[in-house]
């Protein structure tokens, strides 16, 4: 994948500048309890850490949700390239990173549970201040379409606004499932993708 632009590279390192085990025991406590529930104090004690050496890297709860919410997003991007990887040719892979990109937010086993116990906390994270979350899979997705490069297609567009465009509606439909396109059927969403979203974004069908 092509470098991204600097401020995003500080937004994808953040997570590992933060320590891998203090998230991944914030992480795990989420799990168990949702993050009203969660102290400061039990993750500390998960990551064998004092409560002041936590509030000294995070000064408070809601900084070190962000820090979660950005390493899920970077893990999001992980999984994505990877599928990405297993087809060739770039419509293929253009109708696969947007089937990842909703099966990878619809998954998440975090954000399913935050979602049905807690919406007034996670909702806003990503809607009104979702823009991290969005940055990263935005510039993912016109990097992606400026690699394809093909007549008929990024080229003649602007990939950071197709970018965008799917980056919201694979968004909307983790948030939203119920409706008309498919997410829980991965060959079905291709199938929506190669004919209705590759159209609206102005690639040509293949003969």
Request: net charge neutral.
């Amino acid at each position: 994948m092509s470098a991204v632009p600097p401020m995003l590279q500080r937004i994808l390192e953040k997570p590992v500048a933060d320590g891998e085990r203090l998230l991944e025991s914030a992480f795990s406590a989420f799990l168990d309890f949702g993050i009203k529930r969660t102290s400061m104090g039990e993750i500390a004690r998960r990551a064998g850490i004092s409560p002041a050496t936590l509030y000294r890297r995070f000064e408070s709860k809601n900084d070190l949700v962000e820090a979660v919410t950005v390493r899920e997003a970077q893990r999001f991007v992980a999984e994505i390239d990877g599928r990405v990887r297993t087809v060739s040719g770039s419509h293929d892979q253009l109708v696969e990173i947007f089937v990842a990109f909703i099966t990878a937010i619809a998954g998440n086993q975090l954000l399913r549970r935050l979602l049905r116990t807690e919406p007034e906390l996670i909702l806003p994270k990503l809607t009104t201040d979702a823009g991290p979350v969005l940055a990263i899979g935005r510039t993912y997705l016109a990097e992606k379409l400026r690699e394809l490069g093909e007549p008929g297609t990024a080229e003649q567009l602007d990939p950071d606004l197709i970018a965008e465009i799917m980056a919201r509606l694979a968004l909307s439909l983790a948030l939203t499932p119920d409706g008309l396109i498919p997410i829980d059927d991965a060959e079905a969403g291709r199938d929506f993708a190669r004919r209705t979203l590759l159209p609206m974004i102005g690639v040509r069908a293949r003969p």
